[in-house]
């Protein structure tokens, strides 16, 4: 357990040297005030680019307007950045050859995988957190919260999916060899949910869900109980590939 924490420590540390921390956390608060902004600004923004004599009707941005916008943002740029930025933690550390020295000097392959895989997911909440009470602060300033449902539920679907996401990284780095492979990993993973999503029968059970149907949910059009399934396979998912990564890693040649 101590090397455990210690291991975590490290990789904060390492995050905050890096500047990757700062660097994320600083992206996902300009999304957090880009999305209800952007949702107040677009009516205008539409007149002011409208060409001379044409008219349009555009309806008064509601809270519903914002919340489009953040989930938006967070799946389409948060955490694509975010896997730019952390996917090569583990390949980066074996092709230097740091991690090898740790190892050798007794640190388990089994507590390198859960320490990362923990260090990432709360810099992911820390990040994702401010970017939902920044947008969530805004809006509710702005507009009435109560048109919108299951907003807090809607938001964690997409923490899940992230979660999901770095374990897929994780495992990309396990196979990795250069440091570009967890991210091309990922992006494969990623179109091949999207994909998938295509065929009605695999729909319900793809964790792509999580990310892609919050504003059914925000509007009603879906109610919590169409995730159940999908979140359990997810968190199964994210599980099966964590313990996978670590059987692989225990077998790789460093």
Same mark, same amino acid.
């Given at each position: ?13 390492? *995050? ?21 902004? /952007? ?37 389409? %740029? ?13 390949? *980066? ?45 805004? /809006? *509710? ?87 159940? %399934? ?14 996978? *990564? ?9």
């Amino acid at each position: 357990m101590k090397s455990f924490q210690a291991f975590i420590k490290k990789e904060l540390m390492e *995050s905050h040297r890096t500047y990757k921390l700062w660097i994320i956390v600083t992206i996902f608060l300009g999304l957090g005030i880009m999305s209800p902004l /952007t949702a107040k600004l677009m009516p205008v923004l539409f007149e002011q680019f409208m060409p001379a004599g044409v008219v349009m009707d555009i309806p008064e941005p509601t809270a519903l307007d914002s919340w489009i916008q953040f989930y938006k943002n967070i799946s389409q %740029m948060g955490i694509i950045l975010f896997i730019i930025l952390f996917s090569t933690t583990l390949s *980066s550390e074996l092709s230097k050859g740091t991690l090898i020295l740790m190892l050798t000097k007794g640190l388990s392959r089994k507590t390198v995988i859960w320490s990362k895989a923990t260090a990432i997911s709360l810099i992911w909440t820390l990040s994702y957190a401010l970017a939902f009470w920044t947008t969530f602060a805004y /809006t *509710s300033y702005y507009w009435d919260m109560s048109t919108v449902s299951h907003y807090y539920f809607a938001a964690f679907c997409l923490w899940l999916f992230g979660v999901l996401m770095i374990a897929v990284f994780l495992f990309g780095n396990i196979l990795a060899t250069s440091t570009y492979m967890p991210m091309l990993f990922s992006g494969v993973v990623f179109v091949a949910l999207l994909l998938l999503n295509m065929f009605e029968k695999t729909e319900a059970y793809n964790p792509i869900r999580l990310a892609t149907n919050n504003v059914e949910l925000l509007t009603g059009a879906m109610g919590t109980e169409d995730f159940t %399934m999908v979140i359990w396979l997810t968190v199964v998912s994210i599980f099966i590939i964590l313990l996978s *990564s670590i059987a692989i890693f225990n077998k790789k040649q460093l």
